[in-house]
């Protein structure tokens, strides 16, 4: 089944280190992907997506992901996490033909340590 | 800009009781979609909405959800009636229009608990 999967449940980060967030997708065609965060009690908030193109996506708060066909990878980065950046984080993904329907993975929780 | 509005935040109901949860998207926006978010997964599609038609509803149990969006702008997602694995948070969502290149703006969500 066309999916995304976040290996990792739970990531501990000090505060000021850098982030990297697993993403895995299975897509037979080219996948567009999404990656959002999710802070207690708000909704989802779009951090960046990726369509086609370059293959180094920039997001808002820092946040950059890279696609990487060859690993079927989309990995969020950000070089220093601040504390405010402690949240779940939901990779999502989809593919032209479906509607522009998104599959959700079963997120990361981060927590930033002082 | 307001953005997706839902209510309530919080319901608490006893299984074989019915509810009821409402959202209303940002104006101007025909895409309207709820999910269901259960507890340490992502959020999974129910039904998607265009304007008053239903776009996908695949994921929508429908022996027991039924959902409508009555003149293409409120919406009200049914439970009727609830077991206990209908407790989940209820997302609500709404985008210019569907497709991969319209972004999803949620709102904060129902949390259900079904006793």
């Known amino acids: 089944a066309q999916s995304v999967t976040q290996p990792d449940i739970h990531i501990t980060v000090s505060e000021g280190a850098s982030l990297e967030l697993r993403c895995n997708y299975s897509?037979?065609?080219?996948?567009?992907l999404f990656w959002y965060v999710q802070s207690p009690g708000q909704g989802l908030q779009l951090l960046l997506k990726?369509?086609?193109?370059?293959?180094l996506v920039q997001g808002i708060k820092g946040f950059e992901a890279e696609f990487k066909r060859s690993q079927s990878s989309f990995n969020l980065r950000k070089p220093s996490v601040h504390w405010s950046d402690a949240a779940e984080y939901f990779c999502?993904?989809?593919?032209?033909?479906?509607?522009?329907?998104?599959?959700f993975g079963d997120g990361t929780t981060l927590t930033v340590k002082p | 800009e307001a953005g997706v509005a839902q209510s309530p935040r919080y319901k608490i109901i006893e299984k074989r009781q019915s509810v009821a949860f409402w959202c209303n998207p940002i104006s101007g926006h025909a895409t309207l979609y709820w999910y269901q978010q259960i507890l340490g997964q992502g959020p999974k599609l129910l039904i998607q909405f265009q304007n008053n038609g239903v776009v996908d509803d695949s994921q929508l149990p429908k022996d027991r959800f039924s959902a409508e969006r009555l003149k293409g702008v409120d919406s009200t997602l049914k439970i009727q009636p609830a077991k206990l694995e209908d407790s989940a948070v209820y997302l609500c969502a709404s985008s210019l229009a569907g497709g991969r290149d319209n972004e999803q703006f949620f709102g904060p969500g129902t949390r259900l608990t079904v006793l």
């Open positions: 897509y037979g065609a080219t996948p567009y």
């Open positions: 990726y369509f086609s193109g370059d293959t």
């Open positions: 999502a993904g989809g593919y032209l033909g479906d509607a522009g329907k998104s599959t």
